[in-house]
């Protein structure tokens, strides 16, 4: 499946700024979310090819988000990447054993981001 459609799950509006911009010069259409509501709200409008998640985020955390989202049964299907300040072995193992695909930290690596989408798809 070719990625075309992300979402971006983060509250800092610096972040989602920052990966908007950087998606939308790789060829990437892009939509964005500060929150664990916005982001269902945005799921239900449609369906995206990938999801890039925050884990720090007040409210529902990206745990918890990626959690529901991935056993959601209608987007089981959409590869989630963890993008996080969290750095610690145990947070990436966590984030994974919750339905994420892969695991970035922040400052996020442009490089790395792409390489990590590009083997998804």
């Known amino acids: 499946m070719a990625i075309r459609k992300?979402?971006?799950?983060?509250?800092?509006?610096t972040e989602l700024m920052f990966m908007t911009d950087l998606?939308?010069?790789?060829?990437f259409a892009v939509k964005t979310a500060e929150g664990a509501d916005d982001a269902f709200r945005r799921l239900a409008?449609?369906?995206?090819?990938?999801?890039?998640?925050?884990?720090?985020?007040?409210?529902?955390?990206?745990?918890?988000?990626?959690?529901?989202?991935?056993?959601d049964p209608n987007f089981a299907d959409v590869p989630i990447i963890m993008c996080t300040s969290k750095n610690q072995e145990t947070d990436r193992v966590w984030g994974m054993r919750q339905g994420a695909r892969d695991y970035i930290t922040k400052p996020v690596d442009a490089d790395e981001l792409m390489a990590k989408i590009k083997a998804l798809g």
């Open 23 to 27: 998606l939308q010069k790789n060829g």
């Open 45 to 71: 409008e449609e369906k995206p090819d990938l999801i890039l998640m925050d884990v720090v985020m007040p409210g529902q955390n990206g745990f918890q988000l990626t959690r529901a989202i991935s056993r």
């Open 6 to 13: 992300v979402l971006v799950v983060d509250d800092s509006k």
